[in-house]
């Protein structure tokens, strides 16, 4: 009993030790202050941080290395309780020097990239077929531009402000015009426009000479990868310039999109039996190979004419609850509610009415496949962005094709 006693009392004893050493304690250079701080510094992806931490850690451990190694009987405590051993803290560093420098490479590339770009838009077609561009027609450029594989344009977008501009890719078009899919605004093909549903980038453009250091709403760029209507290609919007990361300006990865990912078989009935025609609605688009070569939104394949649409008004079910319209008189004296065929935001984007849009396969898909993309009409926290007026994009589609 007194060899127990007196063992506990020296293990008691070696654990004060412990902690009487300097680079234990909880202060702001201490072991365990610095262990959280490259914790912190790892979930956030800061490799400059986690780097100085190291080199931190590595001058507090080498200083005490042969204090700690007086404790060696206590190696199995110290592993338990996270210590890290001088060659584990310098394998780290390694390895994080190594991301520092990575990450520079990549911060320089970046800013060269943003040099050599001459205008603030650049589309790039990065599929293994050509795309005719078209964008809406305020933007004081050719409507209609063609890209071979790998060929890029870079739009003439002037340094005043531009408000409400679209970019869309064309697909399968021949020498007349005529294309498969993305004719959706005059001329259209004899059989009438086709639907909106392309992979589109839409921006209103902030004046250049607008300050940058608080901007106001006037003085951002907004821009969104709208999918309300459907989707064709895959493709990034790649923000550059040295106000990224900062006023909620980020790149948008949609290079996940993938047309077999389509609903076959949307259930639109609302568990109706009067809606029992809607609960198998296949939102595929197929060209005349039967190919899948694009993806209508609910609410588009059911108030869009045949034969892409069902022709549906969108102020009547199921396409009410799917197209979510608003009408701004109602909202002003709070008489938007669905039996008046209206939609607030708030009805629109409530998840606990089976009915709602958010509950689709269709919304579900794409917030797997891209969550920085709009799904529905009132997808704002996910799909606007904002950026200063000296931020440039480039647009790429198929960005994952070598």
Not at 98 to 116: C, N, P
Request: hydrophobic residues 30%.
């Amino acid at each position: 009993m007194k060899k127990i006693l007196l063992s506990a009392l020296f293990f008691t004893c070696s654990i004060s030790n412990i902690y009487s050493l300097p680079i234990f304690g909880d202060k702001k250079d201490g072991y365990y202050y610095l262990i959280r701080e490259y914790n912190e510094a790892v979930g956030k992806n800061n490799f400059d941080h986690q780097k100085n931490i190291l080199l931190k850690l590595e001058k507090a451990i080498n200083s005490q290395e042969r204090e700690i190694e007086k404790l060696g009987y206590l190696k199995d405590y110290l592993a338990k309780a996270g210590y890290y051993p001088i060659k584990k803290v310098r394998e780290k560093l390694e390895h994080v020097e190594g991301l520092v420098k990575a990450s520079q490479k990549e911060k320089k590339s970046k800013e060269i990239s943003y040099e050599r770009q001459p205008t603030r838009l650049r589309v790039t077609n990065n599929c293994n077929f050509p795309l005719w561009m078209q964008s809406s027609d305020n933007v004081p450029d050719q409507r209609v531009v063609k890209l071979d594989k790998n060929a890029s344009y870079d739009y003439n977008i002037p340094n005043e402000r531009l408000e409400a501009t679209r970019f869309w890719p064309k697909i399968g078009c021949d020498a007349k015009g005529s294309c498969e899919l993305g004719q959706s605004v005059a001329p259209c093909p004899p059989g009438g426009c086709q639907p909106p549903i392309d992979s589109k980038f839409e921006a209103t453009w902030a004046a250049q000479d607008c300050p940058v250091d608080k901007p106001t709403a006037e003085c951002m760029t907004w821009y969104n990868a709208s999918q309300v209507d459907g989707y064709t290609l895959p493709f990034n919007i790649i923000a550059k310039g040295p106000d990224v990361g900062k006023f909620g300006c980020v790149s948008t990865d949609a290079s996940k999109l993938d047309l077999n990912s389509c609903p076959s078989n949307e259930d639109l009935s609302q568990g109706k039996k009067e809606l029992e025609q809607y609960k198998n609605v296949d939102l595929r688009i197929y060209d005349k190979n039967k190919k899948i070569i694009g993806c209508m939104a609910p609410c588009k394949k059911l108030n869009y004419p045949a034969p892409w649409g069902l022709g549906i008004d969108e102020k009547k079910e199921p396409a009410l609850r799917m197209c979510c319209p608003t009408d701004p008189a109602k909202l002003k004296n709070n008489t938007c509610t669905w039996a008046n065929e209206c939609a607030t935001p708030e009805a629109c984007s409530d998840k606990r009415d089976p009915a709602s849009v958010m509950n689709t396969k269709y919304v579900k898909a794409l917030h797997k496949m891209t969550p920085d993309v709009y799904a529905y009409a009132y997808d704002d926290a996910k799909g606007l962005h904002t950026c200063t007026g000296r931020t440039k994009f480039e647009l790429v589609f198929c960005p994952l094709n070598k």
